[in-house]
């Protein structure tokens, strides 16, 4: 690419969409955008695994309706109000005016909680726990880009009841654990999770619990959210149990959502590099690219290129033959891009030794390995690729936290490094919003949130902003 990811990550961040054709922006409507072969191809992967966590976990799947009538819509006033400004509104059907609009599902809590009152009547029917992959529309008013922010996006939203706070707050815990599992360990996205200050709450929730990312440029991109609804929305739909003393009580509340599609851009931005993208072996559409070099018997190559692709495809690997006419050069180049793991070059010279020549994308290197320990090899080496992934964005996202206790400081650690701050601050009740405010005025950074995984406590700290005694230490950076 003509763009370092060092220097100019947005334009790096446009580019490697463009170059490794992710998504097409020329769809003529504001806003939407089409999610190219590739892309998608990697999404389903990722969809896939967060599936198989979430049913490991007993979440089950269904597929409601992407419309939500009005009247729905309008039963927890703290939703409504929340979302209002964003929500897409169908009017019409044919020439003639709906009797009711439908809302086009931003989030589905209001679809789904009102199916949960006539399903859940006695204990019995709890835990209730289902999930489902798909598109939500919001009206964004920002500014839109390929993954990160859109009109029209992709994520998996669950929703759980419960019959007790205790295991609402435990699913609450295990929702914390599956991102652990499946956006850092196998998407190797780092994150914090915080719970998010008061005034920044999901609208109609007890509390909110949000994992933030890092992007390369410093700047903190918000991945899943936990929400601790509480009774709430039970409370407004309905949702009610008979308990085992025959008393009528309502449903204790959970939603998740690991939105797949800004868990892309995140591991395009972490994991990439100027050569394009780095794809974690598991994830890899194709993880083993095999390209002939032209030789003096060109039909040897051919079937000792069939023969390799047969002895991977055996061993469970996804394996391609680019046998296109385009120079090796080219060739080596496009699959970089795309962020194939492995190339395996065959030659003459490789026919004669017996011996493959691989190329790494994630470290660049070149090896040779013996035919016959081909499978063996590439089991090593996808480990290998999966742990420094980890480790280089662990690394960085650790190199980007910093601590700061006064304002002059948290200026200028904004300034030269970004990322992560933790600062002393008044409070996260609703009562901090007027230091948030002028943080977000004076630097362009909010308040996050406490940590969740670890509890400091300051002690003799003053707030960064008015100066009265801190009672908690919060992470303040620049958001995406
Ligand atoms: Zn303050």
């Known amino acids: 690419m003509n763009i370092s990811k060092n220097d100019n990550f947005s334009e790096w961040f446009t580019e490697i969409i463009k170059e490794a054709e992710l998504a097409d922006l020329r769809y003529n409507v504001k806003g939407f955008v089409v999610n190219m072969p590739w892309a998608v191809m990697i999404m389903k992967k990722m969809?896939?695994?967060?599936?198989?966590?979430?049913?490991?976990?007993?979440?089950?799947?269904?597929?409601?309706?992407?419309?939500?009538?009005?009247?729905?819509?309008?039963?927890?006033?703290?939703?409504?109000?929340?979302?209002?400004?964003?929500?897409?509104?169908?009017?019409?059907?044919?020439?003639?005016?709906?009797?009711?609009?439908?809302?086009?599902?931003?989030?589905?809590?209001?679809?789904?909680?009102?199916?949960?009152?006539?399903?859940?009547?006695?204990?019995?029917?709890?835990?209730?726990?289902?999930?489902?992959s798909t598109q939500v529309w919001r009206h964004e008013t920002k500014s839109t880009r390929p993954f990160l922010r859109g009109r029209e996006f992709h994520w998996i939203e669950s929703h759980c009841a419960f019959s007790s706070k205790k295991d609402a707050e435990d699913q609450v815990l295990?929702?914390?654990?599956?991102?652990?599992?499946?956006?850092?360990?196998?998407?190797?996205?780092?994150?914090?999770?915080?719970?998010?200050?008061?005034?920044?709450?999901?609208?109609?929730a007890i509390h909110t619990y949000a994992a933030d990312s890092l992007m390369p440029d410093g700047r903190i991109l918000q991945q899943p959210s936990t929400h601790l609804l509480g009774q709430n929305f039970a409370k407004a739909f309905n949702i009610t149990f008979l308990d085992e003393n025959g008393k009528n009580d309502f449903a204790w509340q959970t939603c998740y959502g690991p939105a797949i599609w800004r868990m892309f851009a995140s591991l395009i931005s972490v994991s990439g590099d100027d050569r394009g993208l780095i794809l974690p072996f598991k994830l890899a559409p194709y993880q083993i690219m095999i390209i002939p070099i032209h030789s003096k018997d060109d039909k040897k190559i051919e079937k000792k290129a069939e023969e390799v692709k047969k002895t991977l495809e055996n061993a469970g690997f996804r394996a391609r033959i680019d046998a296109s006419n385009k120079s090796p050069g080219f060739k080596f180049n496009f699959w970089e891009m795309k962020g194939v793991p492995l190339r395996i070059e065959l030659g003459d010279k490789e026919l004669e030794s017996k011996e493959l020549t691989v190329?790494?994308?994630?470290?660049?290197?070149?090896?040779?390995i013996k035919e016959e320990q081909i499978v063996e090899k590439i089991k090593d080496i996808a480990v290998e690729i999966q742990r420094f992934l980890l480790k280089r964005a662990d690394d960085f996202f650790l190199d980007n936290t910093s601590k700061a206790y006064s304002l002059e400081e948290l200026e200028k650690t904004i300034k030269e490094k970004g990322g992560f701050v933790m600062i002393p601050f008044c409070s996260v009740e609703i009562d901090g919003k007027e230091c948030n405010e002028k943080l977000k005025e004076r630097l362009h950074v909010d308040v996050r949130g406490e940590r969740f995984d670890v509890k400091e406590n300051p002690e003799n700290k003053k707030c960064v902003v008015c100066g009265k005694e801190a009672k908690h230490y919060v992470y303040v950076g620049k958001q995406y």
């Open 47 to 132: 969809y896939a695994l967060y599936e198989e966590e979430l049913e490991k976990n007993n979440h089950l799947p269904a597929w409601f309706p992407a419309v939500i009538p009005k009247e729905n819509f309008e039963i927890e006033k703290e939703h409504v109000e929340g979302f209002k400004a964003e929500v897409f509104w169908i009017t019409r059907g044919g020439d003639k005016e709906l009797e009711e609009p439908l809302a086009l599902r931003p989030t589905s809590e209001t679809a789904m909680y009102k199916m949960f009152s006539l399903w859940i009547q006695g204990k019995s029917d709890l835990p209730l726990k289902i999930y489902q």
């Open 359 to 368: 190329a790494k994308r994630f470290d660049g290197k070149k090896i040779k």
């Open 174 to 204: 295990q929702d914390m654990q599956m991102t652990e599992n499946i956006m850092h360990q196998e998407f190797c996205i780092p994150f914090i999770f915080f719970q998010r200050p008061e005034w920044d709450k999901f609208p109609g």
